[in-house]
């Protein structure tokens, strides 16, 4: 405040010293041109230049001219009167008229006649006017000569020199400079007026903040900004950038310059939503690129204006990541709970057996449970060939003994074929997770019964091909078109995720592209048609059942999702005994697998009944579609092909159940 009074005063005061200035330099031409005139007005009079002329020529004899007569006599001249009354007339100083050599002939002091002037002729001698400002013996003054010339001639004879005393200028501009003043004063107040005024505002504007404090809220502002680990992107009223950081910058992939339109970011629908319509404090999922995004944006106001919009992200891929590894590792701790129950249950009837002295029986048990496969086995057990990677082979188990504890029973398709490890096990368990994830929810969901999902997995050097198929009610056509959009989900809203459903497919089908490769939908599926009984079946759109009235148990009826991930398989084979050969699976080969239409057996051993295998699939490439065995329709097969029990339980003695 008190810099800006003194710089207000400083203003002021400069202005008025520039002010003073011009009107002394401006009064001081004002005098000298009337001094001027006056000087031209007595120099052209022919008395005056009669009388110059024969005062001149009077000097070139000897002891003859002014300078040699008495000054009573020059007094008393008619020229010295003449110039005594344009003096008065005029307000002169002094008009003074001297011959060629610079002797006065008439002066206001009669003590100055005949002498010579007291400042330099020469100019005005030799024809030319002059304006001086001289400090002479009647005090500073402003002095105009002019030459005086020969009655009919441009012989130049004398001068006239006519003067104004400084005195008359300084009082001239003294009466300007203090009518100015007034105004000096009012300027000075409107200026000390206006800096309260400014003052008032900038702390209104700056929340009371001084400068200083202002510079060190910016650099902790940029330091804070750019130092976190969340994006941050700041809109004005108009949509347009007013603050992005380096981290949003890379999460959303965008330039995000400040001044950018929003329509011009080029964000993804999904966030471009959410910043047009901002809830505060929702946070929202969201696929960019291969990241999966929690983002949210809210309005910010002030005193009730709309300032802005002001988005926020944070990067949930590595959380995601860790989420799916901790599900597994839940769901195969799960699984081995039930294997340790399912294991004792197994010791305490061999137990009843053989203390009840029946080995025979004890024996038979033992042969059908090793018939059966290994102890809490939830994956087809065919040869290691098939699925070699260990990894991959205990996800699924882990997802097959979470689709058990939901009442779905997950198979392998009979076409499986996976000689190579897995390179990549990340982006094939993001894709491969949803898929079946996605598929268990729509079996269980669904009106068929056996409630199913097949998974069928295929190695074609170092891409491998995923198809996922499921016995629910297919893809309603309503969300067919935008089902791998975010944000659009076929499930019922969930309270416990926070940020919504809508996330799986997209990040899935992200994943895959970034790859070079893709996720589709095949077959959209369709709901069972009406039928005998409160359930239909598995048997595909329009049939009630299989045999004898019996449900049938293929895998049909539900969607079909296909995906391609190149390079996730090792780039050469290093199981032994494969010989370097091409990655084709038996089915495919026409070896057979156990079947007349190359099907494998899948037992399924463990408490409840039995169940049956799923029809061997094939992914076909060109068209997207799956089809049985020597079906040679690419469409999905399944109606004719005969249907393979599981072995059966062994009977359990009623007094060693548990």
């Not at 007595?42 to 002329?53: F, K, L």
């Not at 380096?246 to 339109?261: C, F, K, S």
């Not at 994956?379 to 097959?400: E, G, I, M, V, Y």
């Not at 190149?566 to 010989?579: F, Q």
Request: proline letters at 7%; hydrophobic letters at 40%; one cysteine or more.
């Amino acid at each position: 405040m008190l810099l800006q009074c003194a710089v207000v005063t400083l203003v002021v005061s400069t202005a008025f010293g520039a002010f003073a200035y011009d009107s002394e330099q401006r009064l001081t031409r004002e005098y000298q041109q009337r001094a001027l005139a006056v000087a031209r007005t007595v120099a052209g009079e022919p008395a005056v230049r009669a009388d110059a002329d024969r005062w001149s020529a009077a000097a070139e004899r000897p002891g003859g001219g002014a300078a040699h007569v008495s000054r009573a006599v020059l007094a008393g001249s008619p020229l010295n009167a003449r110039a005594e009354e344009v003096r008065r007339a005029a307000g002169a100083l002094f008009v003074v008229v001297t011959d060629d050599r610079g002797t006065r002939l008439t002066h206001p002091d009669p003590a100055q006649l005949g002498r010579p002037v007291s400042t330099d002729p020469s100019v005005a001698l030799s024809g030319h006017e002059e304006l001086a400002r001289h400090h002479a013996h009647l005090g500073e003054e402003v002095v105009a000569k002019v030459p005086v010339r020969a009655p009919g001639s441009r012989e130049v004879v004398g001068e006239a020199n006519v003067g104004v005393s400084a005195a008359a200028v300084q009082a001239a501009q003294t009466r300007v400079l203090l009518s100015g003043v007034g105004w000096l004063v009012a300027a000075l107040l409107v200026g000390l007026a206006a800096s309260v005024l400014l003052a008032q505002r900038w702390k209104r504007l700056t929340l009371g903040l001084e400068p200083e404090e202002l510079a060190t809220l910016v650099q902790e502002h940029e330091a804070v900004l750019h130092g976190i680990g969340e994006g941050v992107l700041a809109l004005d009223a108009g949509d347009r950038v007013t603050v992005a950081n380096d981290e949003v910058r890379r999460l959303l992939g965008v330039d995000a310059a400040p001044g950018t339109p929003l329509a011009e970011l080029g964000l993804t629908p999904r966030v471009r939503a959410v910043l047009r319509r901002p809830a505060a404090g929702r946070a929202v999922m969201a696929v960019v690129r291969e990241r999966v995004l929690v983002v949210s944006a809210r309005t910010v106001r002030r005193e009730g204006r709309r300032l802005g919009t002001l988005l926020t992200v944070q990067d949930r891929t590595a959380v995601e990541s860790l989420t799916r590894q901790l599900d597994a590792v839940r769901t195969m701790s799960g699984a081995l709970r039930a294997q340790r129950h399912e294991f004792a249950n197994r010791l305490h009837v061999l137990f009843g057996l053989l203390r009840s002295g029946q080995p025979a029986e004890a024996t038979g048990y033992l042969e059908a449970l090793l018939g059966s496969g290994p102890l809490g086995e939830t994956l087809p057990d065919f040869d290691d060939k098939a699925l070699r990677d260990s990894s991959l082979r205990a996800f699924l188990s882990a997802k097959a003994a979470a689709a058990r504890e939901r009442e779905v029973t997950l198979v392998l398709g009979g076409g499986t074929w996976v000689r190579r490890t897995v390179t990549s096990p990340v982006d094939v368990t993001t894709v491969l997770g949803n898929l079946v994830d996605n598929a268990v929810d729509a079996a269980r969901s669904g009106r068929r019964v056996p409630r199913r999902v097949e998974v069928e997995l295929i190695g074609l050097e170092g891409e491998l091909l995923i198809t996922v198929a499921d016995s629910g009610d297919g893809v309603d056509p309503a969300r067919r078109a935008d089902l791998f959009d975010e944000g659009v989900s076929t499930k019922e809203p969930d309270s416990a995720a926070p940020t919504g459903r809508g996330i799986g497919l997209p990040l899935a089908r992200q994943v895959a592209r970034a790859r070079g490769g893709d996720l589709r939908l095949t077959d959209p599926g369709a709901p069972p048609q009406a039928g005998t009984g409160d359930a239909a079946t598995a048997a595909g759109p329009g049939t009630v059942g299989g045999a004898a009235g019996e449900p049938d148990d293929r895998v049909t009826g539900g969607a079909v999702f296909v995906a391609r991930l190149p390079g996730v398989l090792a780039d050469d084979e290093d199981a032994p005994g494969t010989g370097g050969g091409p990655d084709v699976s038996p089915s495919r080969a026409g070896s057979g697998s156990g079947t007349p239409d190359g099907t494998a057996p899948i037992p399924h051993p463990g408490p409840g009944p039995s169940t049956s295998t799923s029809t061997s699939t094939a992914t076909n490439t060109a068209t997207g579609t799956r089809s049985g065995t020597g079906a040679g329709t690419g469409t999905r097969a399944g109606a004719g092909a005969p249907r393979i029990p599981s072995p059966a339980r062994p009977d359990v003695p009623p007094e060693c159940a548990t």
